[in-house]
């Protein structure tokens, strides 16, 4: 999944980031405004952690113009104030949730992947191919009644699989939303991934789930054995 943070005061932004890419997620951060809105435009994102006190253009309106376009991307506000107008404020505005500084950091992971399970497929907490299983809310993987580990990388490869489980997914959309926005190494890290993917979910079981569509991507099907 991929998140992007737009939050001015850079060492909080910093740590979040390095927190939640040590979680799996591919994550781009911003420290102002109008930064923040064109580039929650022109990407796309899973979820937006969006400070209110922002320098250019204030999260209140960041969030205004993005849902008054018709972006629906969970918005989780946080904020140094403290009073529950500006909470319902917020909220009014088209966040889904708000979070006031200081926070712990359990508890925005905790809301983050609450609001990402609302998103999956209609709230969904579980995705299914076949008899693989992708928790994102507990970030585990089963095949059957099998526990498969994975890394944070390899589970978040094969959640953005999962999530368009029967389609072609590109590799450049891999890494688009695995890696984050400065990511410029080499594109090949992706076959690492599906091939260590291959050899973890597959291999073990008999399985044939992740195809590769010459010159297109990868499709996660359903049981192939």
């Given at each position: 999944?991929?998140?992007?943070?737009?939050?001015?005061?850079?060492?909080?932004?910093?740590?979040?980031?390095?927190?939640?890419?040590?979680?799996?997620?591919?994550?781009?951060?911003?420290?102002?405004?109008?930064?923040?809105?064109?580039?929650?435009?022109?990407?796309?994102?899973?979820?937006?952690?969006?400070?209110?006190?922002?320098?250019?253009?204030?999260?209140?309106?960041?969030?205004?113009?993005?849902?008054?376009?018709?972006?629906?991307?969970?918005?989780?506000?946080?904020?140094?104030?403290?009073?529950?107008?500006?909470?319902?404020?917020?909220?009014d505005t088209g966040a889904d949730d708000y979070l006031r500084k200081p926070f712990s950091y359990?508890?925005?992971?905790?809301?983050?992947?609450?609001?990402?399970?609302?998103?999956?497929?209609?709230?969904?907490?579980?995705?299914?191919?076949?008899?693989?299983?992708?928790?994102?809310?507990?970030?585990?993987?089963?095949?059957?009644?099998?526990?498969?580990?994975?890394?944070?990388?390899?589970?978040?490869?094969?959640?953005?699989?999962?999530?368009?489980?029967?389609?072609?997914?590109?590799?450049?959309?891999?890494?688009?939303?695995?890696?984050?926005?400065?990511?410029?190494?080499?594109?090949?890290?992706?076959?690492?991934?599906?091939?260590?993917?291959?050899?973890?979910?597959?291999?073990?079981?008999?399985?044939?789930?992740?195809?590769?569509?010459?010159?297109?991507?990868?499709?996660?099907?359903?049981?192939?054995?």
């Amino acid at each position: 999944m991929r998140l992007l943070i737009v939050e001015d005061e850079k060492r909080l932004a910093l740590t979040l980031a390095k927190g939640l890419s040590a979680e799996g997620f591919a994550v781009d951060v911003v420290h102002d405004g109008v930064t923040g809105l064109h580039r929650a435009t022109s990407s796309d994102y899973d979820l937006i952690i969006l400070d209110i006190m922002l320098p250019g253009m204030n999260g209140y309106r960041v969030c205004s113009t993005l849902r008054a376009a018709g972006d629906e991307t969970p918005v989780l506000m946080l904020t140094a104030k403290d009073g529950e107008y500006d909470e319902a404020e917020g909220l009014d505005t088209g966040a889904d949730d708000y979070l006031r500084k200081p926070f712990s950091y359990v508890v925005l992971l905790a809301r983050i992947h609450a609001l990402l399970r609302r998103r999956t497929r209609g709230g969904a907490r579980t995705l299914r191919v076949g008899d693989l299983i992708v928790d994102p809310g507990t970030h585990t993987c089963r095949r059957g009644d099998c526990d498969v580990p994975l890394t944070a990388k390899e589970f978040a490869v094969l959640e953005h699989l999962a999530v368009r489980a029967g389609e072609v997914v590109s590799k450049a959309d891999i890494l688009r939303h695995v890696w984050d926005f400065a990511y410029d190494g080499d594109p090949n890290i992706v076959e690492v991934y599906i091939s260590t993917l291959r050899r973890k979910i597959d291999a073990p079981f008999g399985r044939r789930s992740i195809l590769t569509v010459r010159g297109a991507g990868y499709r996660l099907a359903g049981d192939r054995g």
